[in-house]
């Protein structure tokens, strides 16, 4: 689970203080790249996008109101930011190439990075909005109704979402079709 | 263990172990610093008028683009894609005189202005050789027969010969009324026995010209300012005359 950083250091930020800004980019930037990998499916492009969020961040830190609304002010953020970032892909390319070549696995890689691998080309094959879900709701941990207000839409559509991104991945991940979720399982979680 | 445990750490293993890069602190702060002023959502009017002018300008550029840049580019694709064979048919039936002579121009332009350097023959843009050279890769015999040298002329000191054609060209530097005629020779090459045809050139004291009217048989293409003849084929030993009627005089044979 990430590690938000702590009121006192957004206060700190918030205060204008270069280094109290440079120190919680740093706390954030871990989450900020894995969500947009999650998200975006390529790490250049995350990169990029993390940093847009980051700089969003340092442009308007000083417009939240409350640091302990940080972590939800931080996803949403970094969720838009995804959002750009493939919509400017797609902008230049047919269809956003998923496929990352730095991360195609080595002759001799381990069992967990191929898993590791099997994992993004699951979510990759996902739509995008489904992968947000997923991986704010596995990665970022937040409940249904958490993503609902990062994401701006309805409760029962994320946890619909969610429904239909595990059902899909777990038949991209090879588990057996009775494992398949249900909405109870689902709503369970939420 | 329930399903969804085991995909939760699955997802969260995955994500968690991505390795990482180093934040780029410098970059975000620039970032920061100089927001993409895409990102900035124009006022609605402005976006209309920008999106108004990038559908007008390609149109209006594409309707300032001469036909004959047009023509000479589609002849060109043709060359690259059909070889030069088709394309020069293509080229034959596609544009008119008319278009073959703009074309003559544009490739004049696009050759800084030397209207002698290029000359569209046969759906071909070609270079002029001496026609010392042009005689002498001839394969049929004939002779040339141009107007009586005049000061107010200025005949190209080059000529070509390409497939058959033949061809040259000179101005009136001073302006004036050219008239010309093309006959064709007897067996012996030695007198024009009949007109293939004639047209009058004016030209401007600049020596632009004005006006032009067409011959029947050899085509010529007009630069800004050089008439260039382009002489029926000459595989039937045809005498190309011109300017008889003028005191003309033979300027050269091929052997």
């Known amino acids: ?40 499916g390529e790490s250049t492009l995350a990169e990029d996008s993390a940093q847009e ?7 308007t830190i000083n417009e939240l109101r409350d640091p302990a609304a940080f972590p939800g002010w931080f996803y949403r953020i970094v969720v838009n930011a995804a959002r750009a970032t493939m919509r400017r892909e797609r902008r230049h390319r047919s269809a956003l190439a998923f496929e990352d070549r730095n991360d195609l696995p080595e002759l001799d890689a381990d069992g967990e990075t191929l898993d590791r691998l099997g ?21 970022a941990d937040l409940t249904s109704k958490e993503i609902a207000r990062v994401v701006g839409v309805p409760d029962g559509t994320i946890r619909y979402r969610l429904f239909l991104a595990k059902r899909r991945l777990r038949v ?7 494992a398949a979720p249900t909405m109870t399982e689902v709503n369970g979680h939420a | 263990m329930p ?15 991505v390795p990482v890069a180093t934040p780029d602190l410098a970059e975000i702060h ?19 008028a920008a999106i108004a002018l990038a559908i007008a300008l390609p149109a209006v550029a594409f309707a300032a683009t001469p036909h004959s840049l047009i023509q000479a580019t589609l002849h060109r694709l043709a060359a690259a894609y059909f070889g030069p064979k088709m394309a020069s048919g293509i ?14 121009r544009i490739a004049n332009t696009l050759k800084n202005g030397s209207a002698k350097s290029v000359t569209y023959l046969n759906g071909s843009i070609v270079r002029p050789i001496p026609f010392s050279a042009a005689l002498a890769r001839a394969s049929h015999d004939f002779h040339v027969v141009l107007p009586q040298p005049n000061s107010t002329w200025r005949m190209t000191p080059t000529a070509m010969y390409v497939g058959g054609t033949l061809s040259y060209g000179y101005r009136l530097r001073t302006g004036g009324v050219l008239d010309v005629t093309v006959k064709r020779a007897n067996a012996q090459n030695t007198k024009p026995v009949g007109i293939l045809g004639a047209f009058t050139a004016k030209f401007s004291k600049n020596g632009r010209l004005f006006h032009s009217t067409r011959v029947n048989i050899a085509s010529f293409a007009v630069s800004d300012e050089v008439i260039t003849f382009q002489s029926a084929r000459l595989s039937v030993a045809q005498l190309v005359a011109i300017g008889r009627r003028m005191n003309g005089r033979v300027i050269g044979r091929s052997k």
Do not use: F, K
């Open chain 1, 1 to 40: 689970m990430p590690t938000a950083p702590d009121t006192a250091c957004v206060q700190a930020a918030q205060t204008g203080n270069r280094e109290a800004v440079d120190a919680l980019l740093t706390a954030c930037w871990s989450d900020a790249y894995r969500i947009a990998r999650g998200i975006i």
């Open chain 1, 53 to 59: 969020a980051c700089a969003h961040i340092v442009r």
């Open chain 1, 119 to 139: 994992i993004e080309r699951a979510l990759r094959a996902l739509p995008s909005m489904q992968r947000e879900a997923i991986v704010l709701h596995y990665y």
């Open chain 1, 172 to 178: 991209l991940l090879g588990e057996p079709r009775d």
């Open chain 2, 3 to 17: 399903n969804d445990t085991i995909l939760r750490s699955r997802i969260r293993a995955a994500l968690s172990t």
């Open chain 2, 30 to 48: 620039r970032r920061a610093a100089e927001p993409n002023r895409a990102r900035t959502a124009q006022p609605r009017n402005r976006r209309i």
């Open chain 2, 91 to 104: 080229a034959r039936a596609l544009p008119t005189s008319s278009t073959m002579q703009q074309m003559d």
